[in-house]
């Protein structure tokens, strides 16, 4: 045969060839422009994972674009005069409104003071907005009320102003709360953010991860499954304190709310093009919240949190750090989780129990709606 009807036959890739193109693949899949294919709003645009992530830089943040709101944090820092302020903005829409370990007030209390404190701000101030359904019991709003007042006393918060609605039966589920909150932030302390993350730093759980999202879904009476669980929701900003106090090295805090510490994971390694390599045995998990996690099918790591926080850190303040959450109430079973590296870039590996290797994805559904 000459040699202009042959073809040389090209080798085959190595394992490791093969993974670098599939790597670089989700590299690039991961970093074209963010568009909303669907024609309507879906539950899973709420869920906290990819169509949430599409919705809002496609849609919000392409509206809205400035210096302020392009880093997507837990709120905006803010500078009035030589005042550091941070602002944060939330909606609570939980069903049911009362589950065990809380309920819809306290949560929206703590929810939002959480969002301060993983931005480095001492919450103060917090506005209260509701929308009610007509038909909503009395009885019910003022158990909600009550445990709000509760909250922010607990969280040293005032509430200091608010609004309220009312609408047509049948055009809301009793009661949503939207609320938003603002804090002062230190004029000397450093600022945080996930993309400051670096590779070399740890990455902490201040306690076990998903009690929250699955005490949900089992108060919702879906499943027969007795399980002796609450929500985890409480106030961090003691613990966030006393950990910003003895370790200044913390890069980054973000509470693990809607789509878990799973979906915090890539936010970071997006955010700061790194990777994030997670050790499975590491994880923090009830026993009764991994029972829950099989039988519905999902992994405890994209369950909702509302008192958990993921913490990256300065390698050389890891146990700074461990020991100043174990101190606290709220950080008792605090572990170290994993670490941040160079490759692959913007993705969340996790070591599992079986020896291998997986790739920790955003969401693309919605498992447990309304968790928060």
Known sequence: MSALGHRARRPDPTPGEREQQV??????????RAKVTDERITLSHGAGGK??????EAIFLDAFRN?????LEDAATLCVGSTRLALTTD????SPLFFPGGDIGDLAVNGT???????????????AGFILEEGFPVADLERVVASMRAAAETAGVEIVTGDTKVVQRGKADGCYINTAGIGVIDADAPALGVATARPGDAVLV??????HGVTIMLARGELDIDAELESDTAAVHGMVADLRAAAPGVR??????????????????????????????????????????ELLGIDPLYVACEGRIVVIVDPAEVAAALAALHRHPLGEQAAVI???????????????????????DLLVGDPLPRIC
Request: charged share 25%.
């Open 338 to 360: 994993g670490r941040i590296t160079e490759d692959p870039p913007g993705l969340v590996l996790l070591n599992t129990t079986f020896g291998g290797t997986r790739i920790v």
């Open 23 to 32: 790597l670089d693949r989700i590299d690039k899949a991961r970093r074209r």
């Open 91 to 94: 909606s609570f829409v939980v």
């Open 113 to 127: 003071v959480n969002d301060l404190a993983v931005s480095g701000a001492t919450p103060l101030y917090l506005t």
């Open 51 to 56: 169509a949430t992530q599409s919705l809002v």
């Open 206 to 211: 201040s306690g076990p991860i998903g009690e």
């Open 67 to 71: 210096p302020r709101l392009e880093p």
């Open 252 to 293: 980054a805090m973000r509470d693990a709310t809607r789509g878990g510490v799973a979906t915090i994971l890539n936010e970071v390694a997006k955010a700061a093009d790194v990777a994030v390599v997670v050790d499975e045995k590491a994880v923090p998990v009830k026993t009764e919240v991994r029972g829950a996690s």
